[in-house]
């Protein structure tokens, strides 16, 4: 087996692979064949397609998995990056997370996602000591999954989490902080009732802060996870400079020098 979970030849693919699935009635089994109507599917309790996002660095793992994921009906993507997928996370079902990534740790994306998101995150990752599982779910991810590992545990797996999902509230979409109401559905941030208007990368930078008040975010995390790999040295102060402004007050965020900003009270 493959890092990604794809299957090596070997007498035990015929074990992994996906099987095509049997709905039984009055008449005994038969076979439901893939690529149904959605009418079919969902008269023989199968699921609709999901909208994945799996993200893995090892790019023939994470090409496996993405058509497999396809084959079986899901609209799936992939990326290799945590900042790449700190912005796509926001338009898919459902989060496939790899620990080992080249510029962030899983476990901070993991994070940094739950933070804002209840989106479903399945860890699905080569470290597979009690430890590192542990880790995982206390960062907020819904299930942890050890490589490697079987593709139709990983589908009921994925069933599973998207089962509680369903049932689960949905995560508060305002952050009230003070004087300061922000809006994350909308994207909209008052000041006393009176509209600021920001930009995008302004109201990400101020999201973020204030997702986590008690919190110094390092500037690092503040330039990976709002601008990728697109920034200059100075990105974050002129962002910093350019809110202070627009709030009317230098308090609302605090420099901590040599680390990073939090968010004050204005």
């Not at 100075?234 to 809110?243: I, Y």
């Amino acid at each position: 087996m493959t890092r990604g979970g794809g299957m090596t030849q070997s007498s035990s693919e015929a074990v992994l692979e996906p099987h095509i699935p049997v709905q039984r009635g009055p008449g005994g089994p038969h076979l439901i064949e893939e690529g149904v109507s959605e009418a079919v599917r969902r008269v023989a309790g199968l699921s609709r397609g999901r909208r994945i996002l799996v993200v893995d660095s090892d790019a023939d793992g994470a090409e496996s998995l993405v058509c497999r994921l396809r084959r079986h009906g899901h609209e799936a993507i992939g990326v290799k990056s945590g900042s790449t997928a700190l912005q796509a996370y926001e338009d898919v079902d459902l989060v496939l997370l790899d620990l080992e990534l080249p510029d962030l740790d899983g476990l901070e994306v993991c994070r940094a996602i739950r933070s804002v998101s209840g989106i479903p995150v399945i860890i699905v990752t080569a470290r597979g000591s009690e430890l590192d599982c542990v880790l995982g779910l206390q960062a907020g991810a819904d299930d942890y999954v050890v490589k490697p590992y079987g593709f139709r545990e990983l589908m009921a797996r994925i069933e599973a989490v998207m089962r509680r999902a369903r049932f689960q509230p949905p995560v508060a979409r305002e952050i009230l902080h003070g004087r300061l109401r922000i809006d994350v559905s909308s994207r909209e941030v008052s000041l006393d009732g009176r509209e600021v208007g920001l930009t995008r990368k302004e109201f990400d930078l101020l999201c973020l802060l204030a997702s986590h008040p008690d919190t110094v975010i390092p500037r690092k995390r503040l330039l990976q996870q709002v601008w990728g790999d697109s920034w200059s040295r100075r990105t974050v102060d002129t962002h910093v400079s350019s809110l202070r402004g627009k709030l009317g007050d230098s308090g609302w965020i605090i420099t901590v020098r040599g680390v990073g900003f939090k968010l004050g009270n204005g």
